[in-house]
């Protein structure tokens, strides 16, 4: 596996439409592109900053991925993720290092990628994404 870049940050928010008042009234940034990943109850907002991107994770119901965080610790980072090549051998990888992955196979990502989930307490306390594409 070879890591090529930080691909984007996870930020979780109740309501982007109020928190784009900070990237985009405030920093000048434009939202790109939002998408809907029903199946995980997701709503992303894409704001390109540099070589990397601001992801605004919106839940679309209350059974969202996001939901229970936004529950338990209320808005802020969700995720940090970096772009990957050879994504398909990180999970035994991950293992093999002592590192716990959230699924067994990479998952459908936004934007057409493949992505996979470290969990938070083998690495120190961060979500790490890992992420293999470019974003269409």
Request: glycine share 10%; proline share 3%; charged share 30%.
């Amino acid at each position: 596996m070879k890591v090529n870049k930080i691909d984007h940050i996870g930020i979780a928010v109740k309501n982007a439409k109020e928190r784009l008042k900070l990237y985009e009234d405030f920093l000048g940034l434009k939202v790109k592109n939002i998408e809907d990943l029903a199946d995980r109850g997701l709503r992303i907002y894409f704001i390109e900053i540099g070589e990397t991107r601001f992801e605004l994770l919106e839940p679309l119901n209350e059974n969202s991925e996001i939901s229970q965080f936004l529950e338990k610790k209320g808005e802020g980072i969700h995720h940090i993720a970096v772009n990957v090549e050879g994504i398909e051998q990180a999970v035994e990888l991950a293992k093999s290092k002592g590192f716990k992955p959230l699924s067994e196979v990479p998952k459908s990502g936004a934007g057409g990628t493949k992505v996979l989930f470290l969990h938070p307490k083998t690495t120190g306390g961060i979500l790490l994404e890992l992420v293999e594409g470019e974003h269409k």
